[in-house]
């Protein structure tokens, strides 16, 4: 925003004091003739006190025999005339009382953050004096096209009303009179209808406008080309459909636009982007719109975001991209982009931080003009068609600490690796699905990466040991190596690892028993540290799968995964320590013996899968007591007696216990006896 120039910022409460004490003298004479605000001030204050369910002490801080200009939130001029209410983040409910309308000099007000409800006053948004009105981030409710709409030359410039309760449609009588409105941000409410144009044509000056997270449903109005001065609009999360109308680019002084999340489509025209020189930041993201990026985007050189993720576009990136050399973020994530990425110089990109290009269809190498973004902190590749071996310029990054490579055909873990472990702010290392069919490197050079959170080197169908190195990332928190190929033992070093609290090493060929280390773990055995993951871990949000749950970032539970090998013996009773696991899958082994009761001091758990090993004996009637249980299986085993009953045990499906030919119940084939 320009900052906006208010007449009464020259102005403060006290009166400028002079250097001769004889004018001071003067002065405070003067002063004490007009020493205090008008009992009418003081009682529309008052008023707007009583109006109040909850004034969080407010009344008391508000004593009636005081001047109201020395109130708390209360600015007086010089003329002992209150000109700003500023009471944000106070914890006020109930109403906002008209007889703040009364206040002829008031010029601002914020009441945002606060729990204030009902409707907006009338007397406020008609007010003759008003100029910038923020209500934002309350619970007010209500239509706006009850404001009377006669009133003209409102002075209202700034209007926040966002993250309310708001309803009904914008009308063009809504803001009649308003020809000084310069930006209304109204987003996050529920008003419906169009998107409203008219200001363009009632203020001159209307610059920002913003319409996020609302139900405004229709076109884009080619009316908001009408809006010269227009430099910011967000109507993203709403329900537009059609294209972007060529009227919209006579907006040229737009430096922010975001449509994100719609249903907008068509093309990105080149003759028409390149009307909006001034463009900082395009996002247009989460739409259907197709074709490839124009050349003319080259033209944009004031960019700095990009957003075309979760789109239908295709192509090429245009070498001409190079000339935004201002870019901070490019995310093309979710696209059918297409070709390599040499032609785009990324060494003119000093100031990239985020470049995703996940689930496209990129190819060839990572050019080595990327390794010169010195400021990239996160590089996501996953799902194209990259290959190659990683280059030691990767090493250059030294502020990078997200990076994923998951799921292309890159090769030579080893020497990955050792390029990687240089990384110093690493925080999160997504490897998957490459590397196909190598061995795990188990030297102990691969040192280094002290701050690594997350690692994961899964579906790579790679041979060898879970190796030793791993035990010097100190600050792991979760590591993913299911399906691989790996053989020996869960090392004993595992409850070294102070912070791991997710491990999956399913679908491996692992032998051995469940070693009684494991129960020993650290962030397992203990709630009270419960693993909180620094914001800049995920630094970009973590997804499930390649399409069906594209959109939901998945949250990591405590989790002991050991399901698909060859472990063998008895679940060692010491499981009963981890008593923070919520979720627990040891099944696909050669497991013996019986469940141990102590599983019933897991009382956090919400997954338990023992299916598919030879565990013998009676379901512990204490697992009861397991109350959060959601997911139980003991399929496949040798079990026998009677499936429990009560609680969420009539819950489970008849399937959680098939193929036990031994156990009896309700949903099996064998009842019970009164023996069993
Ligand atoms: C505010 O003005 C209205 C009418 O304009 C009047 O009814 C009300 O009493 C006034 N309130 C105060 C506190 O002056
Ligand atoms: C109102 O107060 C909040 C909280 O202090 C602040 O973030 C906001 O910028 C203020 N609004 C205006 C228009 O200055
Ligand atoms: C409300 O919007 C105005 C104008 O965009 C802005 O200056 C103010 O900071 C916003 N208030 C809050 C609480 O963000
Ligand atoms: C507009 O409102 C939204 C939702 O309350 C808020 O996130 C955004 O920061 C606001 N914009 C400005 C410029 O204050
Ligand atoms: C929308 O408003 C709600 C309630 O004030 C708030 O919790 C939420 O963060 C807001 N969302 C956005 C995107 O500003
Ligand atoms: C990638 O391109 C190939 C052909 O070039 C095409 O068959 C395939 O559908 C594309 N993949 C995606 C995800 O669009
Ligand atoms: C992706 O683009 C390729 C050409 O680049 C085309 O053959 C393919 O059909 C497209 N795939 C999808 C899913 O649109
Ligand atoms: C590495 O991360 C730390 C902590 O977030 C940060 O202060 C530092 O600037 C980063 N280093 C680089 C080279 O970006
Ligand atoms: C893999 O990388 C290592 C270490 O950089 C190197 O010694 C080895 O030759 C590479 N292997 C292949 C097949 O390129
Ligand atoms: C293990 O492999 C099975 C069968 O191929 C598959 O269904 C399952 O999803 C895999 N589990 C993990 C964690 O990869
Ligand atoms: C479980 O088996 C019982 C008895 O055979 C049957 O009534 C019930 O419908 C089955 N439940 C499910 C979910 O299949």
Redesign the pocket.
């Known amino acids: 925003m320009q900052p906006l120039q208010f007449p009464y910022k020259n102005y403060s409460s006290r009166l400028p004091i002079p250097s001769l004490g004889f004018a001071a003298l003067l002065l405070i004479s003067l002063a004490t003739l007009t020493s205090s605000c008008t009992e009418q001030e003081k009682n529309s204050l008052l008023q707007f006190v009583s109006g109040l369910s909850q004034d969080a002490g407010l009344a008391k801080l508000w004593q009636v025999d005081t001047d109201c200009c020395n109130w708390e939130g209360i600015t007086c001029n010089g003329n002992k005339t209150v000109i700003d209410v500023s009471l944000a983040s106070r914890g006020l409910e109930g109403h906002i009382s008209q007889s703040l309308g009364n206040l002829t000099g008031l010029q601002q007000v914020n009441l945002s953050y606060n729990l204030l409800s009902g409707g907006l006053a009338l007397e406020l948004v008609s007010s003759s004096s008003i100029i910038v009105l923020d209500v ?4 007010l409710n209500g239509d706006l096209h009850e404001f009377p709409s006669s009133i003209p030359g409102r002075p209202l410039q700034v209007l926040n009303i ?3 309760l708001f309803t009904g449609q914008f009308t063009s009588t809504t803001w009649k009179g308003m020809q000084n409105l310069i930006a209304l941000n109204a ?2 409410n529920s008003f419906t209808g169009h998107i409203p144009s008219h200001f363009c044509n009632i203020s001159p000056s209307f610059s920002v406008l913003e319409l ?2 609302n139900k405004l449903s229709g076109s884009i109005p080619p009316g908001l080309g009408n809006c010269s001065k227009l430099r910011v609009l967000k109507a993203g ?1 709403n329900y537009l459909s059609g294209t972007l109308p060529e009227e919209l680019f006579k907006a040229t002084l737009l430096e922010h636009l975001s449509f994100s999340s719609n249903g907008l489509q068509g093309i990105l025209d080149s003759t028409h982007i390149v009307k909006l020189g001034k463009m900082a930041i395009l996002d247009l993201g989460e739409n259907k719109f197709s074709g490839m990026i124009p050349d003319s985007i080259g033209q944009l050189t004031r960019l700095q975001e990009l957003h075309l993720e979760y789109s239908s576009m295709s192509g090429e990136l245009p070498s001409t991209l190079s000339n935004c050399t201002d870019l901070i973020t490019l995310d093309l994530k979710c696209n059918n982009f297409s070709g390599e990425l040499n032609k785009v110089g990324f060494s003119n990109f000093p100031n990239l931080k985020t470049l995703d290009l996940m689930w496209n269809n990129f190819s060839g190498t990572i050019p080595e003009s990327i390794y010169s973004c010195r400021n990239l902190i996160a590089l996501r590749l996953s799902s194209n068609k990259f290959h190659g071996q990683l280059s030691k310029g990767l090493s250059n990054l030294k502020s990078l600490s997200f990076l994923s490579l998951t799921n292309n055909s890159f090769s030579n873990i080893t020497n990955a690796l050792q390029i990687l472990r240089s990384s110093k702010n690493l925080t999160t290392l997504l490897l998957g699905l490459n590397f196909m069919n190598e061995t795990m490197p188990d030297n102990a050079r691969i040192d280094g990466f002290e701050n690594l959170r997350v690692l994961a080197i899964t579906d790579c169908l790679l041979s060898g040991e879970i190796p030793f190195w791993i035990s010097g990332l100190v600050n792991l928190e979760m590591l993913f190596l299911q399906g691989n190929r790996l053989t020996g033992p869960i090392p004993a070093w595992i409850n070294t690892m102070e912070y791991l609290f997710y491990l999956d090493i399913s679908n491996n060929s692992l032998t051995g028993e469940i070693p009684t280390t494991l129960m020993a773990m650290p962030m397992l055995t203990s709630e009270k540290t419960a693993a909180h993951l620094d914001p800049r871990v995920f630094y970009l949000p973590v997804y499930s799968g390649p399409s069906l749950q594209r959109r939901i970032p998945i949250a990591f539970p405590k989790a002991l995964y050991l399901s698909g090998n060859k472990f063998t013996g008895v679940i060692p009773p010491e499981i009963g320590h981890l008593k923070a696991l919520i979720s627990l899958d040891i099944s696909f082994n050669n497991l013996t013996g019986p469940i141990p009761s102590s599983i019933c001091n897991l009382t956090n758990l919400e997954v338990l899968d023992l299916s598919n090993n030879n565990l013998t004996g009676e379901i512990p009637a204490v697992l009861e007591n397991l109350y959060f249980l959601a997911v139980f299986n003991v399929s496949n085993n040798n079990l026998q007696g009677p499936i429990p009953t009560g609680r969420q045990f009539n819950t489970f499906p008849n399937s959680s216990f098939a193929g036990n030919p031994r156990m009896c119940g309700p949903g099996l084939n064998h009842h019970c006896t009164s023996v069993e």
């Open positions: 934002s981030f309350n619970q966002s993250s309310n987003s996050n996020s997270y999360h």
